[in-house]
């Protein structure tokens, strides 16, 4: 999980591109992203990382999300819904 990923980002820049010194997890989105597996890897952050625009579709998925109550995560993060299991949230 990379919580806040925009904290890596230029500021006011909004463009996805990376502070000085960190490039390094934009080679790291694309790889999982490229690469053939079963884990998840889940971002959150304000500002899309540019590397999503190109592997969007596929193994990559992108959901805008409002503040969700207890309740409703539970239900996105459901077996069912992504192969998790109920543990995974409590």
Excluded: I
């Amino acid at each position: 999980m990379l919580d806040d990923l925009k904290t890596l980002f230029e500021p006011s820049q909004h463009d996805g591109r990376y502070r000085q010194g960190v490039a390094c997890y934009g080679r790291l989105l694309q790889a999982v992203g490229e690469a053939a597996h079963q884990s998840y890897l889940v971002l959150t952050s304000r500002e899309a990382p540019s590397e999503l625009g190109v592997m969007s579709g596929g193994a990559v998925r992108c959901f805008q999300l409002g503040g969700l109550k207890v309740d409703e995560a539970r239900v996105l993060l459901a077996p069912n819904a992504t192969g998790w299991h109920r543990r995974a949230v409590g």
